[in-house]
Each structure stands twice: as C-alpha cells, then as structure tokens.
C-alpha cells in the first residue's frame, strides 16, 4: 500500500498539501486537488486512521452502555443515537451489559484504552459514583437516568408525573382498587415510578395496600408471575399499574389464561408502548415515551460536547402520552 510521501512524490506536490486534499481542512486549489486525488487514486491509498487517532486522541466513535440488549424499548433509542452519530461522522459502539455490573465496567476499557471519546448510559447498573468519576475522563450522557447535582446531562421523560397521569386516570375512571408491579427500586426510574403511584393514590384518598404491590424485575415472566400473586390476594374489581409494557403483557397473559374479564375484573396498565402493546388483545394502555428522539438528543448532546460547548440543559426531559387502549376501558 502507497504511503502519503510516494503520493506527495508522484503528484509533485507536500505531504502537507496531500494531507489537506484527504481530510479537506485547509485551503488548496482545485486543480491541485484533483491531481492529488487522481494520484491516490492511482496509487491506491488509504490514510492510516488509526495512526492519526493515535495522534489526535480522538475516535470519531462513541460508546453506549445498555442494561439488557433485549428490551425491546432500545431499539428505537439506538436507532435515533445512529443517526445522528453517522450523520455527523461518528461510529457507534453498543456494550450489553445483561443487567451486570461488572460487565459494564469491562465495557469501559475501551474508554480507558482511549477506543471511544465519550459514553452514553441507558439506565446504567453501575453506582453513581462509578459514573461521576468516568465523567471525569471522557463525557458522559445518561439516558432514562439522572444523578442529581452531578452536571452529567441527562435525556428522559418524567417517570413520576406520567406514573401519577396513568395512576390518576385510572382513579377518575372509577378504578378504586389498584395494585402496582414494580421494577428494580435500585434503578431510579423505576422507583420514580412507584413514587408517582404512590402519591397519585394519597392525593385521591385512596389507601396504599403493601399487599398488592408486587416488587420484582421486569420481564413477561415477572409479570405472570406477579399477576399471579396478586389475584391470590385480591378480590376483583382491580386494576394493575405496571413498571413497563413487558412485564404488563405478562400480567394481562396470565389473568386472560385464567378466565378473567379484562377490563371489567382485571385492567392493566403498562409503560413505554412498545410495538407489540397495540397488537396484543385486548390493547394495552401505557405511557408513550419519544424513544427515537430520546436516543437523538443524547447523541446530538454529546457530540455538543466533543465540540467544547456546554449543554443548554442538563436534564433534558421530554413529552410524553398516555396512550389509551382496551386494557383499562369500562
């Protein structure tokens, strides 16, 4: 493979000049560009970009951190971070951590190894502490996350006001007895979350009954079996909130396995409107969050701040809609 000082050579011209011709920074005329391009070309050369990386320290590559490549919300979040890292020249590096923490750190080599020039958390498994001290390394995003007073910005929907919306739309629609299906409460979306439940029941006089709030993680099989334990300990009427739409489809499974009516002795309510809750019978009501523009911001957000600029807002929190389908409607 030619090297830059044979196409300097052949094209009579420096390497200085070659080097402005390939990564179109500086002025040269055009007639001086089209005989460098011609002898490279020709000569067939690449521009050694690891080396210049090397030189530069910088990557042209961001990494996100993803608790569970599986679910089916990240999709979309990716997706809006791809677009705008390939529209403005980035590479997107994707590190599944399975909800471990000690696999997300080994992730983060490629930060200390200087592979990647900035992170971006979703929902991260990883103590705050570990985060803030990253932050002081390269730059860090968090996505469906926040550490408050840290200055790590942060691109989310307000988990606890749409967990009271969804709460209290459910109570002014005469659902009076309502359990909860929680996530991980080490995860502070999920327990902004259950907070917003929780409060939406207080201001409507409604007692909170520690029986029919079911803790657990947030697959269909956690929301099975949740369901199922709390139809042990309930009599219907009642109507479920639950941590996000997987978990929900699970718990609309099992009480329409057992002959449930839905919504009329068993409603539920999810979080997220994943692609299947319109599909499933009855339709699953929930909480859409902008998951496209969510991973776009986070993205458009970090690359501001390769540039040298401040973020406008650190916590950067977007609409959200309930989306209302058959799972609630009497």
Same mark, same amino acid.
């Given at each position: 493979?030619?090297?830059? =000082?044979?196409v300097?050579?052949?094209?009579?011209?420096?390497?200085?000049?070659?080097?402005?011709v390939i990564?179109?920074n500086?002025?040269v005329? =055009?007639?001086?560009?089209?005989?460098?391009?011609?002898?490279?070309?020709q000569? +067939?050369y690449?521009?050694?970009i690891?080396?210049? &990386?090397?030189?530069?320290?910088k990557?042209?590559t961001?990494?996100?951190?993803?608790?569970?490549?599986?679910n089916?919300?990240?999709?979309?979040?990716?997706?809006?971070? =791809?677009?705008?890292?390939y529209?403005n020249? !980035?590479?997107?590096?994707?590190?599944n951590?399975?909800?471990?923490?000690?696999r997300?750190m080994? @992730?983060?080599?490629?930060?200390?190894?200087?592979?990647?020039?900035?992170?971006?958390?979703?929902?991260?498994?990883?103590?705050?502490?570990?985060?803030?001290?990253?932050?002081k390394?390269?730059?860090?995003?968090l996505?469906c996350d926040?550490?408050?007073?840290?200055?790590?910005?942060?691109?989310?929907?307000?988990?606890y006001?749409?967990?009271?919306?969804?709460?209290? @739309? *459910?109570?002014?629609?005469?659902h009076k007895k309502?359990?909860y299906?929680a996530?991980?409460?080490?995860?502070?979306?999920?327990?902004?979350?259950?907070r917003?439940f929780?409060?939406?029941?207080?201001?409507?006089?409604?007692? !909170?009954?520690?029986?029919?709030v079911i803790m657990?993680?947030?697959? *269909?099989?956690?929301?099975?079996?949740?369901m199922?334990?709390?139809?042990?300990?309930?009599?219907?009427?009642?109507?479920?909130?639950?941590?996000?739409d997987?978990?929900?489809?699970?718990?609309l499974? @099992?009480?329409k =396995?057992?002959?449930?009516?839905?919504?009329e002795?068993?409603?539920?309510? +999810?979080?997220?409107?994943?692609?299947?809750?319109?599909?499933?019978?009855?339709?699953?009501?929930?909480v &859409?969050?902008?998951?496209?523009?969510?991973?776009?911001?986070?993205?458009?957000?970090?690359?501001?701040? *390769?540039?040298?600029?401040e973020?406008?807002?650190?916590?950067?929190?977007?609409?959200y809609?309930?989306i209302?389908?058959e799972?609630?409607?009497?």
């Amino acid at each position: 493979m030619a090297t830059i =000082e044979e196409v300097a050579r052949k094209a009579k011209v420096s390497t200085a000049t070659v080097s402005r011709v390939i990564n179109n920074n500086g002025p040269v005329s =055009e007639k001086t560009r089209q005989k460098v391009m011609k002898t490279v070309e020709q000569l +067939g050369y690449a521009p050694n970009i690891l080396a210049r &990386n090397f030189r530069t320290r910088k990557t042209n590559t961001i990494i996100t951190v993803l608790h569970d490549i599986c679910n089916p919300v990240l999709a979309e979040m990716i997706k809006g971070m =791809e677009d705008v890292a390939y529209k403005n020249d !980035y590479c997107l590096l994707i590190g599944n951590s399975g909800n471990n923490p000690d696999r997300a750190m080994d @992730y983060l080599k490629t930060l200390r190894e200087k592979r990647a020039d900035g992170v971006i958390f979703v929902t991260p498994r990883i103590d705050e502490a570990a985060i803030i001290g990253i932050n002081k390394i390269v730059p860090v995003v968090l996505v469906c996350d926040y550490i408050e007073n840290s200055h790590i910005p942060s691109v989310r929907v307000d988990d606890y006001k749409a967990a009271y919306e969804m709460t209290e @739309y *459910l109570i002014n629609n005469s659902h009076k007895k309502i359990s909860y299906i929680a996530g991980p409460q080490n995860i502070r979306i999920a327990a902004d979350r259950l907070r917003g439940f929780r409060a939406a029941l207080k201001d409507n006089n409604i007692n !909170y009954e520690s029986n029919l709030v079911i803790m657990d993680n947030s697959s *269909l099989e956690d929301g099975y079996r949740s369901m199922k334990k709390i139809l042990s300990n309930a009599a219907v009427p009642v109507s479920v909130v639950v941590y996000n739409d997987e978990t929900a489809i699970g718990a609309l499974e @099992y009480a329409k =396995e057992k002959g449930y009516k839905i919504p009329e002795e068993v409603a539920v309510v +999810g979080f997220d409107n994943i692609g299947i809750a319109g599909l499933v019978k009855p339709g699953l009501t929930t909480v &859409n969050q902008p998951k496209y523009e969510i991973g776009a911001t986070s993205m458009r957000i970090m690359l501001g701040i *390769l540039q040298g600029m401040e973020p406008q807002c650190e916590d950067n929190i977007l609409d959200y809609q309930l989306i209302i389908r058959e799972s609630c409607e009497l």
